[in-house]
T-cell receptor
């Protein structure tokens, strides 16, 4: 059974700081890994999708890396802004039916 | 805009009542999923479908039924609602293995 863990559970940083969110998973036989953000009371917004054959993906100030052999992914946020405050979820797709297993999330607060 | 649409967005039920949540996607995706999100529990898979006419149980299927009569629609039914089913329900869809998930905006259900 795939298990996904995100560390830290919560993070508070001053505006402008670069930060790293971590995601680890137990079964390396994955199709892909997706990072989402969720604002309070809202749905999930996809940030980045990394295929199992890829090492990283970039979108603007966001960079996600994947090390399948060690069961790890990181989400790097450069020059953080108050608008980045949200919960970030890591989702790993594996298994015969494209099922996704979510991490527990990291709640990020960027202080102006 | 293309995407996943959930109806209703909010609902209050009395214990024992029944209801159906509708999920519709216009991206011709094969895979569709129903999740519930509870504080401290993260997102948990209720049921999923790998194509029209197919359904399968996820992690927490008890008390729920689903149907996928049309490819674009995935219905989640509660036959006899219980307070333990108070949650936020998210529907998601996915194309093939190389694609990421698209989530709906959620349905907030309260059972009193």
């Amino acid at each position: 059974k795939q298990e996904v863990t995100q560390i830290p559970a919560a993070l508070s940083v001053p505006e402008g700081e670069n930060l790293v969110l971590n995601c680890s998973f137990t079964d390396s036989a994955i199709y892909n890994l997706q990072w989402f953000r969720q604002d309070p009371g809202k749905g999930l917004t996809s940030l980045l999708l990394i295929q199992s054959s890829q090492r990283e993906q970039t979108s603007g100030r966001l960079n996600a890396s994947l090390d399948k052999s060690s069961g790890r992914s990181t989400l790097y946020i450069a020059a953080s802004q108050p608008g980045d405050s949200a919960t970030y979820l890591c989702a790993v797709v594996s298994g015969g039916y494209q099922k996704v297993t979510f991490g527990t999330g990291t709640k990020l607060q960027v202080i102006p | 805009n293309a995407g996943v649409t959930q109806t209703p967005k909010f609902r209050v039920l009395k214990t024992g009542q029944s209801m159906t949540l509708l999920c519709a996607q216009d991206m011709n995706h094969e895979y569709m999923y129903w999740y519930r999100q509870d504080p401290g529990m993260g997102l948990r898979l209720i049921h999923y479908s790998v194509g029209e006419g197919t359904t399968a149980k996820g992690e927490v299927p008890d008390g729920y039924n689903v149907s996928r009569l049309k490819k674009q629609n995935f219905l989640l039914g509660l036959e006899s609602a219980a307070p333990s089913q108070t949650s936020v329900y998210f529907c998601a869809s996915k194309g093939g293995a190389a694609y990421g998930y698209t989530f709906g905006s959620g349905t907030r259900l309260t059972v009193v």
